[in-house]
C-alpha cells in the first residue's frame, strides 16, 4: 500500500460544479497537509496549507482533513475553466532531527468545461 | 508575488554537454532547496536536497556526479545535469520552504531537452 493514494482522474466537470478531490494515506505520522494547483509546465502553486483537522476555507477553496480517517479533501466552489489543471496533495512527516519526509500524491488532472 | 525564481524556463542542448539551471529564493534566506524531476504525467520525484554550505542529499537512484549541486549562498541554488543524454531531458523543478513545517514552494520549473 502507497502511503499516499490519489485518484488521478481525469475528472471533468461543467463550469460551475462543485469539485471534489480526494487523498488517503496510511502513515498515521503525517502531521502537515498541502494542496498544490499545476498548470501545464508551469511549477505547484500552494492553494492551501494545513496542520489540523477540520475545515480551512479560502475563498472558493476548502481544504477538509479527517485524521481520523486519513483522509484528506479538497472542495472547488463555483469552478471555473481556469480552474483546469493538475491538483496534488502533499503531506509531512516532522519529528525532529533526520525524521522528516514529504510525499505528494499523484495528482489528479481536473477539466472544467464552459 | 512570487517566492522562487527559476531560471532558464526552458533549455535544449546537445547530448554531452552540460547545462546549469539556477534557482533564487526571493522572499527570505533558504538554508534548505529541494531539486525535483517531472517526468509527463506523473508526479514529482525528489532527486536531491541542497544545503547551503555543504554537501548536497541525493536521493537513492540519483546519480550524484551526473547531477551537481551547488548551494553558494542562502538564496541560491544550482542544478548542473553534467554530459547529458536523451533520457534526461525532463522537467526540472526547484522549491524552498521558510523552516521545516512550512509549506514548499516551486520555481516555475525548467523544461530541458537533450537532443
Known amino acids: 500500500q502507497k502511503e499516499v493514494e490519489q485518484d488521478p482522474g481525469p475528472l471533468s466537470v461543467p463550469e460551475g460544479a462543485i469539485v471534489s478531490l480526494n487523498c488517503t494515506y496510511s502513515n498515521s505520522a503525517f502531521q502537515y497537509f498541502m494542496w498544490y494547483r499545476q498548470y501545464s509546465r508551469k511549477g505547484p502553486e500552494l492553494l492551501m496549507y494545513t496542520y489540523s483537522s477540520g475545515n480551512k476555507e479560502d475563498g472558493r477553496f476548502t481544504a477538509q482533513v479527517d485524521k481520523s480517517s486519513k483522509y484528506i479533501s479538497l472542495f472547488i466552489r463555483d469552478s471555473q475553466p481556469s480552474d483546469s489543471a493538475t491538483y496534488l496533495c502533499a503531506m509531512i512527516i516532522n519529528s525532529g532531527g533526520s525524521n522528516y519526509k514529504l510525499t505528494f500524491g499523484k495528482g489528479t488532472l481536473l477539466t472544467v468545461n464552459p | 508575488g512570487a517566492v522562487v525564481s527559476q531560471h532558464p524556463s526552458w533549455v535544449i542542448c546537445k547530448s554531452g554537454t552540460s547545462v546549469k539551471i539556477e534557482c533564487r529564493s526571493l522572499d527570505f534566506q533558504a538554508t534548505t532547496m529541494f531539486w525535483y524531476r517531472q517526468f509527463p504525467k506523473q508526479s514529482l520525484m525528489l532527486m536531491a536536497t541542497s544545503n547551503e554550505g555543504s554537501k548536497a542529499t541525493y536521493e537513492q537512484g540519483v546519480e550524484k556526479d551526473k547531477f551537481l549541486i551547488n548551494h553558494a549562498s542562502l538564496t541560491l541554488s544550482t542544478l548542473t545535469v553534467t554530459s547529458a543524454h536523451p533520457e534526461d531531458s525532463s522537467f526540472y523543478i526547484c522549491?524552498?520552504?521558510?523552516?521545516?513545517?512550512?509549506?514548499?514552494?516551486f520555481g516555475n520549473g525548467t523544461r530541458l531537452t537533450v537532443t
Open positions: 522549491s524552498v520552504s521558510r523552516t521545516a513545517n512550512s509549506p514548499l514552494h
